[in-house]
Nanobody, 124 residues
Framework: QVQLVESGGGLVQAGGSLRLSCAAS????????MGWFRQAPGKEREFVAFISWSGSTTYYADSVKGRFTISRDNAKNTVYLQMNSLKPEDTAVYYC?????????????????WGPGTQVTVSS
Protein backbone atom coordinates (compact mmCIF):
# COMPACT_ATOMS: atom_id res chain seq x y z
CA GLN A 1 0.00 0.00 0.00
CA VAL A 2 1.18 3.50 -0.87
CA GLN A 3 -0.43 6.61 0.56
CA LEU A 4 -0.17 9.81 -1.45
CA VAL A 5 -1.01 13.36 -0.43
CA GLU A 6 -0.79 16.34 -2.77
CA SER A 7 -0.16 19.94 -1.72
CA GLY A 8 0.70 23.29 -3.26
CA GLY A 9 -2.47 24.03 -5.17
CA GLY A 10 -4.16 27.40 -5.09
CA LEU A 11 -5.31 30.42 -7.04
CA VAL A 12 -2.87 32.08 -9.44
CA GLN A 13 -3.14 34.58 -12.28
CA ALA A 14 -2.53 33.56 -15.86
CA GLY A 15 1.19 33.55 -16.60
CA GLY A 16 2.04 32.69 -13.02
CA SER A 17 3.63 29.62 -11.49
CA LEU A 18 2.86 26.99 -8.89
CA ARG A 19 4.76 23.99 -7.60
CA LEU A 20 2.77 20.95 -6.56
CA SER A 21 4.19 18.36 -4.22
CA CYS A 22 3.09 14.80 -3.61
CA ALA A 23 4.32 13.11 -0.45
CA ALA A 24 4.32 9.33 -0.35
CA SER A 25 4.33 6.91 2.55
CA UNK A 26 4.02 3.17 2.92
CA UNK A 27 5.88 0.90 0.55
CA UNK A 28 9.24 1.82 -0.96
CA UNK A 29 8.64 4.98 -2.95
CA UNK A 30 11.56 4.41 -5.29
CA UNK A 31 9.93 1.21 -6.58
CA UNK A 32 7.18 3.20 -8.24
CA UNK A 33 6.91 5.34 -11.32
CA MET A 34 4.84 8.44 -10.66
CA GLY A 35 2.36 10.41 -12.68
CA TRP A 36 0.38 13.62 -12.45
CA PHE A 37 -3.15 13.80 -13.80
CA ARG A 38 -5.79 16.50 -13.75
CA GLN A 39 -9.55 16.70 -13.98
CA ALA A 40 -11.52 19.80 -14.83
CA PRO A 41 -15.25 20.11 -14.06
CA GLY A 42 -17.31 18.10 -16.52
CA LYS A 43 -14.25 16.55 -18.15
CA GLU A 44 -12.48 13.25 -17.90
CA ARG A 45 -9.29 12.83 -15.93
CA GLU A 46 -6.33 13.46 -18.21
CA PHE A 47 -2.65 12.61 -18.12
CA VAL A 48 -0.23 15.47 -17.43
CA ALA A 49 3.24 14.08 -16.72
CA PHE A 50 5.17 10.88 -15.93
CA ILE A 51 8.48 10.17 -14.22
CA SER A 52 10.20 6.81 -13.93
CA TRP A 53 11.25 5.32 -10.61
CA SER A 54 14.80 6.62 -11.00
CA GLY A 55 13.82 9.99 -12.43
CA SER A 56 15.80 9.32 -15.61
CA THR A 57 12.73 9.23 -17.85
CA THR A 58 10.01 11.86 -18.06
CA TYR A 59 7.09 12.29 -20.41
CA TYR A 60 4.53 15.07 -20.83
CA ALA A 61 1.18 15.70 -22.38
CA ASP A 62 1.49 17.99 -25.40
CA SER A 63 -0.68 20.59 -23.66
CA VAL A 64 1.90 21.15 -20.90
CA LYS A 65 5.18 20.36 -22.66
CA GLY A 66 7.67 23.18 -22.19
CA ARG A 67 5.67 24.71 -19.33
CA PHE A 68 5.51 21.96 -16.70
CA THR A 69 8.37 19.96 -15.20
CA ILE A 70 8.04 16.76 -13.20
CA SER A 71 10.77 15.72 -10.78
CA ARG A 72 11.23 13.48 -7.76
CA ASP A 73 13.35 13.20 -4.65
CA ASN A 74 13.42 9.57 -3.56
CA ALA A 75 15.24 10.48 -0.34
CA LYS A 76 12.24 12.63 0.61
CA ASN A 77 9.59 10.29 -0.87
CA THR A 78 8.23 13.22 -2.84
CA VAL A 79 7.37 13.99 -6.44
CA TYR A 80 6.94 17.53 -7.73
CA LEU A 81 5.20 19.28 -10.58
CA GLN A 82 6.56 22.72 -11.40
CA MET A 83 3.98 24.60 -13.42
CA ASN A 84 5.00 27.78 -15.24
CA SER A 85 3.20 30.06 -17.69
CA LEU A 86 -0.12 28.87 -16.34
CA LYS A 87 -3.24 29.32 -18.44
CA PRO A 88 -6.92 29.39 -17.43
CA GLU A 89 -7.35 26.04 -19.18
CA ASP A 90 -4.93 24.51 -16.66
CA THR A 91 -7.61 24.95 -14.00
CA ALA A 92 -8.41 21.53 -12.55
CA VAL A 93 -7.98 19.22 -9.61
CA TYR A 94 -4.49 17.76 -9.87
CA TYR A 95 -3.78 14.21 -8.71
CA CYS A 96 -0.56 12.32 -8.25
CA UNK A 97 -0.52 8.58 -8.79
CA UNK A 98 1.91 5.69 -8.37
CA UNK A 99 2.48 2.79 -10.74
CA UNK A 100 4.64 -0.31 -10.39
CA UNK A 101 5.27 -0.23 -14.14
CA UNK A 102 8.75 -0.06 -15.63
CA UNK A 103 7.38 1.52 -18.80
CA UNK A 104 6.09 5.01 -19.61
CA UNK A 105 2.35 4.92 -18.97
CA UNK A 106 -0.23 7.62 -19.57
CA UNK A 107 -3.44 5.69 -18.91
CA UNK A 108 -5.00 6.24 -15.52
CA UNK A 109 -5.92 2.55 -15.35
CA UNK A 110 -2.22 1.64 -15.18
CA UNK A 111 -1.75 3.46 -11.88
CA UNK A 112 -2.25 1.61 -8.65
CA UNK A 113 -2.47 4.33 -6.00
CA TRP A 114 -3.91 7.83 -6.04
CA GLY A 115 -3.88 10.90 -3.85
CA PRO A 116 -7.03 12.87 -3.00
CA GLY A 117 -6.06 15.77 -5.28
CA THR A 118 -5.33 19.47 -4.95
CA GLN A 119 -7.21 22.30 -6.64
CA VAL A 120 -5.41 24.60 -9.06
CA THR A 121 -7.31 27.63 -10.31
CA VAL A 122 -5.84 29.99 -12.91
CA SER A 123 -7.63 33.30 -13.35
CA SER A 124 -7.54 35.25 -16.59
Amino acid sequence: QVQLVESGGGLVQAGGSLRLSCAASGRTFSNYAMGWFRQAPGKEREFVAFISWSGSTTYYADSVKGRFTISRDNAKNTVYLQMNSLKPEDTAVYYCAASITKLVVTAASRYDYWGPGTQVTVSS
